[in-house]
């Protein structure tokens, strides 16, 4: 299972950072996503994490403002959302993929982001 945390309301040029934790998967076995849904949108992909740590992905609209993190430790992953703007406005959902597979085979529940102008 997968549970994300930590969305909420926040003003445009502020920060969240959203969690998710892990239980029942070999957490450091998989590397591991952020997605994001907006209303009346399709999911899109925000950004991911080897299962390292090591290697990290994130879509042009995040770069140099989110960043990606985890704790195998802790079986969690993070989000780190700063300069916030309207648009980031959506259900944000973390997601797991075993390696070497092509799916995301786990997902949460989503937490939601609302960014105020």
């Known amino acids: 299972q997968l549970q994300a945390s930590g969305g909420g309301l926040v003003q445009t040029g502020g920060s969240l950072r959203l969690s998710c934790a892990a239980s029942?998967?070999?957490?450091?076995?998989?590397?591991m996503g952020w997605f994001r849904q907006a209303p009346e949108k399709e999911r899109e992909f925000v950004a991911s994490?080897?299962?390292?740590?090591?290697?990290?992905y994130y879509a042009d609209f995040v770069r140099g403002r989110f960043t990606i993190s985890r704790e195998n430790a802790k079986n969690t992953v993070y989000l780190q959302m700063n300069n916030l703007k309207p648009e980031d406005t959506a259900v944000y959902y973390c997601?797991?993929?075993?390696?070497?597979?092509?799916?995301?085979?786990?997902w949460g529940q989503g937490t939601l982001v609302t960014v105020s102008s």
């Open positions: 029942g998967l070999t957490f450091s076995s998989y590397n």
């Open positions: 997601a797991a993929r075993r390696l070497f597979a092509s799916d995301y085979a786990y």
């Open positions: 994490i080897n299962w390292g740590g090591g290697v990290t």
